[in-house]
């Protein structure tokens, strides 16, 4: 009971208080890039929560178990980063072979995740002290928060496309401020996983 | 003077991420502060000078199948470099900047350069190219980190601005320091660029210099491709 509570708390701050989008700034690119349509942001979100899962099941084994007896903690940004190229290359190749549909939906948003800086933080905030089972948790959770933040502003972009906005702001200046409300709408979450759990 | 303009490009002309925008997670997330505004940037114009140097000099070497990865490694070397410096010399800064000075790695401003300009040119003209668009990309961020820590804390670099009698009356707006602030000011600040260079506004994020711009444009015709079948489907 005691464990479900904790893992729900780091679940729901993953994807509301510390939205790792709107509230932590990363993966801003494929945020501001592929979130025109409600399709792609439900594809690149599904496909960004499985390579955060997959990356932290395999970089937190390895920095504990490799990197750490060896003294070798400073290498672990080099590590990671190979670890997830490799990854995304594996998944593509795999479901290719063997799950063409899903690959036909989510297979071209692969190669964009590599650099996508949301799955090398997770990674690297994972090792601040938490439990391999809660950074598989924590992964899921800012998977999903990044899936969650994409489908609102993709809603938000549609009805931006149809707005007369004033010439500078058009295009990217006005879709930041846009963002801009979506986050602030998000502040409104502060204190909610608090109140729901009582305390931490 | 060809030179000459290598570097100047990148201060105002191409601003990487003003113009091109570029490396827009690092411009949102540490500019909270002007000091900090300063520590990130000089981080990424070390990297950036360090990794079109050493992939100028590699280009030859490198097969072009696996360019990315052996940019991205060589990019991850230096960032380590850095961080271990930084985190001797200034701890102060290696803590103010946290998760995102390993994540420099990643910036696109970075990758885009190396894909861009130090795979095609000389060691030289790279050289200067980083250092032109490091400096570029810090005079961005000290813009935004400025505007947000007179609003939003009401001090510059740490020295308060507001007078000591004042203080009752007038309270900063906390809104400029939020996650909500970041976007509004770097929103309004590359209107005021457009504005002012009264230029077409980018339609998008800086796709010419993106690495993954190709599977990016595949994206897009997938996303095409679908709806016309749907539409067909749905006569």
């Given amino acids: 009971m005691e464990l479900a509570k904790s893992m729900m708390m780091i679940l729901l701050t993953g994807i509301l208080t510390d939205n790792f989008v709107l509230s932590k700034f990363l993966g801003i690119c494929p945020f501001l890039g592929v979130s025109k349509t409600s399709s792609g942001s439900l594809g690149m979100g599904c496909a960004v929560t499985a390579v955060m899962i997959l990356a932290t099941a395999v970089t937190y084994p390895l920095y504990y178990l490799f990197l750490v007896p060896m003294g070798l903690e400073y290498l672990n940004t080099i590590l990671f980063i190979l670890i997830i190229a490799m990854l995304v290359q594996l998944i ?20 964009l995740i590599t650099t996508n800086c949301a799955v090398l933080g997770v990674t690297l905030l994972n090792l601040e002290g938490y439990s391999f089972l809660e ?28 707005c007369n906005v004033p010439k500078a702001f058009a295009g990217m200046p006005i ?23 009582g305390g931490a | 003077m060809s030179y000459l303009k290598e570097f100047t490009k990148g201060l105002v002309k191409e601003n990487p991420t003003l113009v091109t925008l570029l490396g827009m997670c690092p411009t949102l997330a540490i500019t909270t502060m002007a000091s900090n505004a300063i520590g990130m940037g000089a981080a990424a114009t ?13 280009k030859k070497f490198i097969p072009k199948q696996v360019r990315l990865p052996s940019y991205i490694v060589v990019i991850a070397g230096f960032v380590t470099l850095i961080s271990l410096i930084l985190q001797a010399f200034v701890p102060a800064v290696y803590d103010a900047l946290g998760i995102y000075l390993p994540l420099i790695t990643v910036n696109c401003i970075i990758l885009g350069r190396a894909e861009m300009f130090a795979s095609k040119n000389n060691v030289a003209a790279s050289a200067l190219d980083g250092a032109g668009m490091g400096i570029g990309f810090t005079l961005a961020l000290l813009a935004v980190g400025s505007i947000r820590e007179i609003f939003g804390s009401g001090t510059w670099f740490g020295l308060p601005l507001i007078p000591e ?20 000011v770097l929103g309004c600040v590359i209107a005021l660029v457009n504005k002012i260079a009264n230029r077409k506004p980018p339609e998008a994020t800086g796709c010419a210099a993106c690495p993954n711009r190709e599977s990016c444009i595949s994206v897009e015709k997938t996303e095409k491709n679908l709806k016309n079948t749907e539409k067909e489907d749905n006569k």
């Fill in chain 1, 92 to 111: 593509e190749m795999v479901l290719k072979k063997y799950i063409p549909t899903l690959y036909k939906s989510l297979g071209v948003y692969l190669p």
């Fill in chain 2, 165 to 184: 009698a004042a203080q009752e009356a007038i309270k900063p707006m906390t809104i400029f320091v939020l996650p909500a602030g970041g976007f509004f």
């Fill in chain 2, 46 to 58: 070390f990297v950036l000078i360090c990794s079109n140097v050493a992939i100028s000099l590699l």
């Fill in chain 1, 135 to 162: 950074s598989i948790v924590n992964s899921l959770g800012a998977g999903l928060g990044f899936m969650v933040a994409m489908l609102i502003f993709s809603g938000v972009r549609g009805r931006l496309e149809r």
């Fill in chain 1, 175 to 197: 879709t930041l401020v846009a963002a801009s409300i979506v986050s602030l709408s998000f502040v409104g979450f502060g204190g909610l996983v608090d109140g729901l759990f």
